[in-house]
């Protein structure tokens, strides 16, 4: 069943108003004197914040270096009841929710990209606080509202996944704007990485139900 009230309604518009945050459309960092940073996604008229971003939001690829497959799919475990969960909750497909996770954060809870995108479905600082989570560093919730997010943008696309997946990098202004995936790079790769790990994923569902069938 499709969630639809003036609450969601509201979020919704909020989400989509704020989207750059979690895009990268345009994306600025500010060096503090402390060495930590800052990142906004509102033209700023600090004359040092550095624009870093305005294609496609990066991935955090650092958390993938010197895994091996052994290790990945360890980690992967660890959160797949979390996965099964809020795909559930949601009606997203858990094969689609993992495939998301392995490519944004290759299952890192404590991920953090160059943007500032944070744990293992990579959800700004902004996108995060509408979406209504506090600690995007907990599983739990990160998991639950980047799969709401997912939720989202495939109802906007009417189901297109390749356009959700395109507007969960990019951003839906984007993808509406150019009637389909965004001519960015990062996006198409994007794309292109999340549905082979999809497919890959459903493959080994119907393996392992084929090998486990229902009782």
Same mark, same amino acid.
């Given at each position: 069943?499709?969630?639809?009230?003036?609450?969601?309604?509201?979020?919704?518009?909020?989400?989509?108003?704020?989207?750059?945050?979690?895009?990268?459309?345009?994306?600025?960092?500010?060096?503090?004197?402390?060495?930590?940073?800052?990142?906004?996604?509102?033209?700023?008229?600090?004359?040092?914040?550095?624009?870093?971003?305005?294609?496609?939001?990066?991935?955090?690829?650092?958390?993938?270096?010197?895994?091996?497959?052994?290790?990945?799919?360890?980690?992967?475990?660890?959160?797949?009841?979390?996965? /099964?969960? =809020?795909?559930? *909750?949601?009606?997203?497909?858990?094969?689609?929710?993992?495939?998301?996770? &392995? @490519? %944004?954060?290759?299952?890192?809870?404590?991920?953090?990209?160059?943007?500032?995108?944070?744990?293992?479905?990579?959800?700004?600082?902004?996108?995060?606080?509408?979406?209504?989570?506090?600690?995007?560093?907990?599983?739990?919730?990160?998991?639950?509202?980047?799969?709401?997010?997912?939720?989202?943008?495939?109802?906007?696309?009417?189901?297109?996944?390749?356009?959700?997946?395109?507007?969960?990098?990019?951003?839906?202004?984007?993808?509406?704007?150019?009637?389909?995936?965004?001519?960015?790079?990062?996006? /198409?790769? =994007?794309?292109? *990485?999340?549905?082979?790990?999809?497919?890959?994923?459903?493959?080994?569902? &119907? @393996? %392992?139900?084929?090998?486990?069938?229902?009782?």
């Amino acid at each position: 069943m499709v969630l639809v009230n003036w609450r969601w309604s509201l979020l919704l518009a909020g989400l989509l108003a704020g989207v750059a945050a979690q895009a990268g459309d345009a994306i600025y960092m500010y060096k503090r004197p402390d060495g930590s940073r800052a990142y906004t996604d509102r033209v700023p008229r600090h004359a040092a914040y550095v624009k870093i971003e305005n294609t496609g939001r990066p991935t955090a690829s650092a958390s993938c270096l010197g895994l091996t497959p052994a290790k990945l799919e360890a980690r992967a475990a660890s959160y797949q009841h979390l996965i /099964q969960k =809020y795909a559930q *909750r949601h009606e997203v497909p858990a094969a689609l929710v993992r495939a998301v996770m &392995r @490519v %944004e954060s290759c299952f890192d809870r404590r991920a953090v990209s160059r943007s500032g995108a944070r744990g293992l479905m990579q959800l700004m600082p902004q996108t995060a606080s509408l979406l209504g989570v506090d600690d995007s560093f907990d599983a739990s919730q990160n998991v639950d509202g980047g799969v709401r997010y997912l939720k989202m943008m495939l109802e906007r696309f009417n189901q297109d996944t390749r356009l959700a997946l395109a507007a969960y990098n990019a951003g839906p202004t984007a993808v509406s704007d150019h009637r389909g995936i965004p001519p960015f790079p990062e996006t /198409q790769t =994007y794309v292109k *990485r999340v549905l082979a790990d999809y497919r890959k994923n459903q493959n080994r569902e &119907r @393996v %392992e139900l084929a090998a486990n069938p229902p009782a």
